[in-house]
Structure formats: C-alpha cells, structure tokens
C-alpha cells in the first residue's frame, strides 16, 4: 500500500534545496539503480526498432485485420491477432509504438496490480524483468522496445507516421481505408476484413463517419449525481480595471484561453469543453545526457500572462513545499515529478499545464502537425520560463533546477516526445454505454473482458477569461471499486459491423477518466484481437454473439475472466478497499458523501 508522505518546514532557513537531498534519500531503493545502456544490446532494441521503422505498407495491399493507432492498445490487439495466425497491418500516427508509454509516460498509472492481467500484466512484467526489479516504471524508449518486440511477427506489417484519410464503407462493412504519410502527398490504400480503431483521437470512426460523442457536450446526459461536483474554478479575480484591461489582451494570446463575458452560465461552459491534453516529458538533471530547456521565439507573446497568474494565483501566495509519495512522485503546483531509472524523471503537468486540445484537431487530421508545432512551442516556452523567470516562486523553479531533455530519448525531436498525451478522442456510441453507475453500482457485466481500477480522474477541459476572472473547470479524482467492463460498450450502436474499438469505448465523459488508462487499453486490445480473429474465421462481421468466445479465449490466455477471481489474487486485507468481503464478494462500495 502506498502511503503519503509529507515533508513539513521547521525552520524558514529550510531551503527547498536541502529537501531535494531528503526526497533523493526517500526514493532510493523505490527505483532499480541499473542502467539502460547496459541492458539495451543484451534486449537487442536497437534491432528491434529499425526493423519496425523500416517497415513498408504496400499500396493496394490486403489484411485480414487492420489496426489503427501506435497506442498499447493497438500493440495489443495486433500481438494477439498475430497469435492465432492472422495478418496485421497496424498503422501509428507517430514515428513509434507504444503511444503514451513510448512517448514519456514511464511512471503510468497501474490502479490495482492485481487487476492487471493478461497482456497488461505480460508488459509490467517485462519492464520489471528488463530492470531487474520490482518496480514498473520505465524509460520511454524502454517501452518502445517491448512493445516493438510484440509486433516483430511474420504475420505482422507495421505502417508510421501515417494521417488517414478517408474509408471506403459499403453494406455496412469498412472495406478498405486510405492514409498518408506525415510530410508527404503520396495516399497508400489498403483492405481488410476486419478493423480495430485504437487510437487515442478516435480517427478510423472519424473518417468511417460512424456515430461518436467529442469532448463535453454530452456531459449532463447521463443523470450522474457526480456531474454537479464540476464547477468553474476561479484560479484569480482582478478588481482594478486597468488591471482586468490589461489582462483580457495578455490572456486572449494564451492558445488555451476562451474569453467570456462572464461565468454564470457554468454548465454552458462546461459542456464547451474539449479533451484534455498535455506533454508527458522524461527529464534528467545528468550533464552527459541533457538538452537544456530553451525560450522559443513566441516567448514574449505568452510570458506576460504568466506573470500574472504566478502574481495572483493565491496557491503561490505561501511557498509551500512540496508532498513525497512513497512510490517517488512529487508534487508541486506546477508539476507532478516521478523517479525513473538511469537518473530520468517522468514531467507530469499539473493545473497550469493539462490544456484543452481544441477541436481542429479531430476535425481536421491533416492541421495536427501545425496543432503540435504551437503547443510544443507553448510548453517549451513555459518550462524555460517555470525555472527561470523571476515571477516564478522559489519552491516551483528550485523543483525545476538543474532539469533538461533527455538526449537519449526521442532523438529525431531533440528529446521532445513525437505526440501529445491525449486523455480522450472520440467515444463511441456503443451498444452499451458505461456511465459511472456501471463503475460504482452495477460492477458486474455478463460480458466482460476487461476491469478496471484507477480513480475518476478528469482534467480540465476549459479555460476561461471573464471580467477579469481567470478559471477552468474543475475536475474530480475518486477513488473506484473494481469494476467489469462489457464487450458490447466496444461495438458501435450503428455503423460499420467489422469496426471494434479498443480505446475510446462508449461512456459517458466522467466514465471514461477512469477507464483511460493504458492498463485497461492492453485489456481491451487483447479482447479485440480475439474479436477480430474470431470474426475472420466466421463471416467478417463482430457482434455481440463474440462475446462468449471472445471471454473463453481470453481465460485460456491468462487474460481477464471476472473481478471476483481477481479479487482472490489480493491480500485478504485489502479486498475492502476494492469493493469486497473478506470472502470476495461484491461488496457496497462507498460513494463520497455529497453524491
């Protein structure tokens, strides 16, 4: 059981540098000390990735099953297609695979570790067997390299840094799909039998124009009591005029700053709200492996609203230091920092820096690579100012000091990750939608071939300047049962029968922040792979009538059979806090007073 752990000052003359040694003193032992480097050739990584990367897609080739996205989920599916013999095209939007894991998420969220089974569990463990520890966080090109080594089959063709664009759809079936490469005019058209889409944006239903719900507009539509915890967070409020002129012109030039005549109609706003997004970056304060953070050339279109919110925000006023996880996290009001092998962090942002991303870029899958570049540049922008401007206060830039990009990670970006960590895409409309009732109350599921166990945990969706308010809205994080996820939350209501999402499952937003985590994405990759093999066995189509089989093949794969087996894997003392008895039975779990 993790326990927190809270370093209080004593003295003023306590200096947010002499808690750097003691946190350095608490984290060690929590992290393997051994190095990459030495393992990287005996895992044969280098290899691994040029054969990936090199790969070429044939236009005018055919597969019996396409996948779309570089996500784990997508490795996922595409392993355990692989491994009943079928032949997988997997495409990624970026130059790798493994999607956040791969792209700077090494200390990713795992909920219970027993509810990790099957595929998910086969990652954790070759992460704890690559750094020979007991530990499951890791270095983003470590991730890649497993997950690369899960797609070097025979009957698997890889496809990177492609942009779709169309699908062709008749008789309700997908019969092929039509990309590009990032930089380049030249379309590639491929067929196939079945399709999964696994990427974080929800693009194959975009351009299959099958039924889905963006961002936050359908909110309200799900009679969740936790709905009315969200609110409009006012981080400062101006009173002065000249002062609230002066910032309506500085915060317009913010990318994710919405001006508003005011914030009374807060549910309007709310359901304005577009997908939460941010950069997970690996960070390192060794001299021989360091990119220095760096101002870019729009720096001074953005910094004079940053100094204002570190000016007002009143969560500065005190220079609190900040809270030690005993699993290595630190948090800050800026940032969440977690220890990594071969002296790497893991960059989490924190209030100022989860971003909405903003509608574009769902609608316009060609305006990403533009959509990226400004952000990048935002972010970059604020990392040089967090650990150097002197509006910063003392405890955010001494938890920065000394920090850089890794030079070993990322190397065509100079240490920058290839996308963004998107939280949510497009959620499809299913069959079954999860709503936060199915976590909470209704846990068990007939057809279940996934679980979950990370906490609701929603990030601001948007930002808003009015009359001299700055606010987002607020988002929630409670602690969940287990709880069984359906096939049928996987299969669209209407549209194409050879489509199966592996991602972004039918939920309602406030659902699907507990369901986004990678864990749960391998799960319901594995499931989808035996959907699709199973389909092209029978007649190309994926219903509900896989679900029996589809469970069976999981259970045969040590993969996921129900919560209540899991349940008997967990210590006897710590069944309650998942939602059980003693005895493993499902137990009520307690909801937060206010709902």
């Known amino acids: 059981m993790y326990l927190s752990i809270k370093v209080k ?37 280098e290899n691994v990735n040029a054969k990936i990367t090199k790969s070429v897609v044939a236009d005018g080739s055919s597969f019996d099953i396409v996948i779309y996205g570089g996500t784990p989920s ?30 700077g998420l090494g200390a990713t969220d795992i909920g219970s570790i027993e509810a990790n089974v099957g595929l998910s569990r086969t990652f ?15 270095e983003p090109k470590v991730a890649e390299c497993i997950f690369d080594g899960w797609l070097k089959s025979k009957y698997i063709t890889t496809g990177s840094n492609t942009v779709l664009d169309s699908a062709s759809v008749s008789n309700n079936q997908i019969k092929s799909i039509s990309f590009h490469k990032v930089h380049s005019s030249v379309q590639v058209r491929v067929s196939g ?16 124009h099958t039924r889905n719900h963006l961002g936050m507009a359908d909110f309200y539509s ?9 609110k409009m967070d006012v981080q400062f409020a101006l009173n002065d005029e ?22 009374t109609d807060y549910k309007k706003l709310i359901k304005s709200g577009t997908p939460s997004f941010t950069y997970r970056l690996c960070i390192t304060r060794d001299a021989r492996n360091k990119i220095p953070f760096a101002k870019t050339a729009r720096y001074q279109r953005y910094a004079p609203a940053w100094r204002i919110w570190m000016r007002d925000y009143p969560g500065f006023k005190s220079e609190k230091l900040p809270n030690v996880n005993a699993n290595g996290t630190i948090f800050t009001q800026l940032w969440h920092i977690s220890k990594l092998p071969s002296d790497k962090y893991d960059l989490n942002a924190s209030y100022f820096t989860n971003l909405p991303m903003p509608k574009s870029y769902f609608e316009d899958l060609s305006a990403r690579v533009s959509i990226d570049a400004l952000y990048t540049d935002y972010f970059k922008s604020f990392l040089w100012f967090a650990q150097n401007d002197p509006s910063v206060p003392f405890a955010e830039k001494e938890a920065l000091s000394g920090f850089g990009y890794c030079a070993d990670e990322f190397r065509s970006t100079h240490g920058w990750p290839e996308e963004p960590y998107l939280r949510e895409g497009r959620r499809l409309i299913g069959k079954s939608t999860m709503t936060t009732k199915d976590i909470f109350i209704d846990r068990l599921k007939g057809d279940a071939v996934a679980v979950g166990s990370y906490p609701l945990d929603s990030k601001s969706t948007v930002f808003v300047y009015a009359d001299g308010a700055y606010a987002r809205d607020r988002g929630v994080m409670f602690k969940v049962p287990l709880y069984e996820i359906p096939f049928s939350a ?17 939920s309602s937003p406030q659902a699907f922040s507990s369901i986004r985590m990678e864990p749960q994405f391998m799960q319901l990759g594995e ?57 493993c039975e499902i137990k009520k779990f307690m909801l937060p007073r206010h709902l």
Request: proline content about 3%; overall charge positive; hydrophobic content about 45%.
């Open 74 to 103: 997508a490795a996922a599916a595409a392993l355990t297609g692989a491994r009943q013999g079928k032949k997988v095209l997997v495409l990624s939007e970026s130059n790798l695979f493994g999607g956040a894991i791969s792209n």
């Open 527 to 583: 499931a989808a792979g035996f959907a699709a093999s199973l389909a092209v066995d029978r007649d190309n189509k994926i219903t509900q009538a896989l679900a029996l089989p589809v469970k069976q093949d999981l259970a045969k794969a040590n993969g996921f059979t129900n919560i209540k087996n899991i349940c008997q894997r967990m210590p006897k003392w710590d069944r309650m806090r998942w939602g059980f008895n003693s005895s």
């Open 9 to 45: 000052v004593m003295f003023k003359r306590f200096t947010l540098k002499a808690l750097g040694v003691i946190c350095v003193a608490l984290l060690m032992g929590t992290v393997s000390p051994v190095k990459a480097s030495a393992l990287w050739e005996s895992f044969g990584c």
């Open 222 to 230: 799900y009679k969740e009591a936790i709905t009315k915890t969200r």
């Open 124 to 138: 954790l463990n070759q992460v704890r067997e690559y750094y020979h520890t007991n530990e499951y966080r890791t």
């Open 490 to 506: 996987m299969l669209p209501r209407r549209g194409p029968g050879n489509l199966i999402v592996s991602v972004n499952i039918s």
């Open 242 to 263: 000249h002062k609230k002129a002066e910032a309506k012109i500085l915060f317009s030039k913010l990318p994710q700053v919405t001006l508003a005549r005011s914030l």
């Open 193 to 208: 039998k079945v399709f999964i889409d696994a990427s974080y944006a929800g693009d194959l239903m975009f351009v299959s």
